[in-house]
């Protein structure tokens, strides 16, 4: 689900930027700007009702701008875009994920663009083995 879930963010990112490079893992780093980092920051589960569980994913956009004296201005229209077209992602499967909790801040002239997917899931209880058969001596 988590790898569905970056990839449904990248291709979601090709669409609305066409023009800048997308990377999913520190190895891939670029090394010619623009370009955005997708990577997963923290994935939490909860049990909400029996065997429903609920899934909360905080995804990182990382915004390398190109350098120059409109950094600024690119990354606040890339912040701006950010904000509508990641509010909701499909993955593979056709699974819908909403974007909540949507936050950003600048450091060192790098957009970091956070976003958080929650998502029910039923998880399969497993069959408890019955003692009907053990004998007492």
């Known amino acids: 689900m988590y790898n569905q879930m970056t990839k449904a963010i ?51 956009i990382q915004y390398y701008p190109k350098e120059g004296p409109k950094a600024g201005e690119e990354s606040s229209r890339v912040l701006e875009m950010l904000m509508d077209c990641l509010d909701q992602i499909t993955g593979e499967d056709g699974c819908s994920f909403r974007g909540s909790s949507k936050n950003a801040s600048m450091e060192d002239g790098i957009l970091d663009f956070k976003v958080e997917y929650r998502n029910y899931v039923l998880k399969t209880r497993q069959e408890e083995e019955s003692m009907d058969h053990v004998e007492l001596r």
């Open 10 to 60: 990248e291709k979601k990112l090709i669409e609305f930027f066409p023009e800048i490079k997308v990377a999913s893992s520190w190895s891939e780093k670029e090394k010619e700007t623009p370009y955005f980092l997708v990577s997963l920051l923290r994935a939490t589960e909860s049990p909400v009702n029996g065997n429903r569980w609920v899934r909360n994913t905080q995804v990182s």
